[in-house]
């Protein structure tokens, strides 16, 4: 395993390295296809639209709400029975400004400073750097392609397990695409309790499982409400990302830790952002299934078209992106990226982001129709950055 402290890494500085030649790019008119941040582009349903607008017409509705309001903790009440066969009490919800802001945080109820903290590499940045804000070390464990890209338990000796205050894992998996199924949970619940230590479960991702299958929830595991807490987010599910609504959900005592934490630096959600998931929750479901088949169609567009142009790129498993091992005459994804983008106008990231692990791949976002995908891979096979020939 690898071992960092807060301040021991530096911000990569890929982002404004790609930001900047797509300015670029973009000033000499090249007509940019930008495939590296997974913001969707799917439309809210009109009634969490409405809900919204019609709570913000309400003066009252401006105080501090300081917590959930009562229509929202039944509401994700409901939910979570309906969606995942999990029975949830009031104090096992909190609200949060959307994942990020949550996982950023919730080492400070957890750990600090000389403490242990687990996560993955390759993993989303958040799940490091958040933890580090505290003062805690992390321990990065592997996720290899060879295992699925599924945490093998076997890779964090029982002495470093012992020490962890916490583990963070997330399933579907921001940036390979990889599943956990019912097992892998079950194992995890058993590890937690083994080494006596907190999980963090990220399942934003859980409604866009694009094999066909129903998403888990950590939560429905027997024994997991006595171990961890889950994230869950209303962004890509019901396309809200701007309104920032995610929730923490199980064990009280993490909770009440957390609640206290944040009580101090936040208070509380915009009523009108509650009531606009109130309506997602309650009303109809159907922009699920929609955004599904929306991202598998645009998935099948890139991957299948990649390909056909010889470049072997799987289907993404779930989330909405694509995890894709660079072409075999690169030895840099880095610089893999920056030619695909000067020689196309495709922009993805470079697996480097998310963690040395990830190096030698790199990340599509699923963010455009179908139609923009096949000119994408139009593009990527004229340029011949594939088969590695000379560009002229």
């Given at each position: 395993?690898?071992?960092?402290?807060?301040?021991?890494?530096?911000?990569?500085?890929?982002?404004?390295?790609?930001?900047?030649k797509?300015?670029?790019?973009?000033q000499?008119?090249?007509?940019v296809?930008?495939?590296s941040?997974?913001?969707?582009?799917?439309?809210?349903?009109?009634?969490?639209?409405?809900?919204?607008?019609?709570?913000?017409?309400?003066?009252?509705?401006?105080?501090?709400?300081?917590?959930?309001?009562?229509?929202?903790?039944?509401?994700?009440?409901?939910?979570?029975?309906?969606?995942y066969n999990?029975?949830?009490?009031?104090?096992?919800?909190?609200?949060?400004?959307?994942?990020?802001?949550?996982?950023?945080?919730?080492?400070?109820?957890?750990?600090?400073a000389?403490?242990?903290?687990?996560?993955?590499?390759?993993?989303?940045?958040?799940?490091t750097?958040?933890?580090?804000?505290?003062?805690?070390?992390?321990?990065l464990?592997?996720?290899?392609?060879?295992?699925?890209?599924q945490?093998?338990?076997?890779?964090?000796?029982?002495?470093?397990?012992?020490r962890?205050?916490?583990i963070?894992?997330?399933?579907?998996?921001?940036?390979?695409?990889?599943?956990a199924?019912?097992?892998f949970?079950?194992?995890?619940?058993a590890?937690?309790?083994?080494?006596?230590?907190?999980?963090i479960?990220?399942?934003?991702?859980?409604?866009?499982?694009?094999?066909?299958?129903?998403?888990?929830?950590?939560?429905?595991?027997?024994g997991?409400?006595?171990?961890?807490?889950?994230?869950?987010?209303?962004?890509?599910?019901?396309?809200l990302?701007?309104?920032?609504?995610?929730?923490?959900?199980?064990?009280?005592d993490?909770?009440?830790?957390?609640?206290?934490?944040?009580?101090?630096?936040?208070?509380?959600m915009?009523?009108p952002?509650?009531?606009?998931?109130?309506?997602?929750?309650?009303?109809?479901?159907?922009?699920?299934?929609?955004?599904?088949?929306?991202y598998?169609?645009?998935?099948?567009?890139?991957?299948?078209?990649?390909?056909?142009?010889?470049?072997?790129?799987?289907?993404?498993?779930?989330?909405?992106?694509?995890?894709?091992?660079?072409p075999?005459?690169?030895?840099?994804?880095?610089l893999?990226?920056?030619?695909?983008?000067?020689?196309?106008?495709?922009?993805?990231v470079?697996?480097?982001?998310?963690?040395?692990?990830?190096?030698?791949?790199?990340?599509?976002?699923?963010?455009?129709?179908?139609?923009?995908m096949?000119?994408?891979?139009?593009?990527?096979?004229?340029?011949?950055?594939v088969?590695?020939e000379?560009?002229?």
């Amino acid at each position: 395993m690898q071992f960092i402290k807060a301040g021991e890494t530096a911000e990569s500085n890929i982002f404004n390295r790609l930001d900047e030649k797509k300015r670029q790019l973009m000033q000499s008119g090249m007509d940019v296809i930008n495939l590296s941040i997974g913001t969707p582009d799917f439309q809210p349903d009109r009634h969490v639209m409405e809900a919204v607008s019609r709570a913000a017409l309400d003066p009252r509705q401006y105080r501090y709400s300081l917590t959930e309001t009562r229509a929202l903790l039944d509401a994700v009440r409901h939910w979570y029975e309906r969606r995942y066969n999990v029975t949830l009490e009031d104090e096992e919800i909190m609200a949060v400004s959307g994942s990020q802001e949550g996982i950023a945080h919730v080492g400070f109820a957890l750990a600090g400073a000389g403490d242990l903290i687990l996560a993955p590499d390759p993993g989303y940045p958040i799940f490091t750097f958040g933890p580090m804000l505290t003062g805690a070390s992390i321990g990065l464990y592997p996720l290899r392609e060879r295992n699925g890209w599924q945490l093998d338990f076997a890779d964090i000796p029982s002495d470093v397990a012992d020490r962890a205050k916490a583990i963070i894992v997330s399933y579907p998996n921001n940036p390979t695409t990889a599943l956990a199924d019912r097992a892998f949970y079950e194992e995890l619940v058993a590890f937690a309790k083994r080494h006596d230590i907190v999980v963090i479960h990220d399942n934003a991702y859980s409604d866009l499982q694009l094999n066909g299958e129903q998403g888990l929830s950590f939560l429905s595991i027997p024994g997991a409400k006595e171990v961890g807490i889950e994230f869950n987010s209303l962004s890509k599910t019901y396309n809200l990302t701007g309104m920032r609504v995610s929730f923490a959900l199980g064990n009280k005592d993490v909770l009440a830790r957390f609640r206290a934490f944040r009580s101090q630096i936040d208070y509380g959600m915009f009523y009108p952002i509650q009531a606009g998931a109130v309506a997602a929750l309650n009303g109809s479901q159907d922009i699920i299934c929609r955004n599904r088949a929306g991202y598998m169609a645009r998935r099948d567009a890139l991957c299948g078209g990649l390909r056909r142009i010889g470049w072997d790129v799987p289907d993404s498993q779930g989330t909405m992106f694509v995890w894709a091992k660079i072409p075999a005459h690169f030895d840099s994804a880095v610089l893999f990226a920056v030619e695909l983008m000067e020689r196309t106008g495709v922009i993805c990231v470079p697996g480097d982001s998310f963690g040395t692990l990830g190096q030698g791949y790199v990340r599509f976002a699923l963010v455009v129709p179908p139609e923009r995908m096949e000119e994408a891979v139009r593009r990527i096979g004229q340029s011949g950055i594939v088969k590695g020939e000379v560009r002229r």
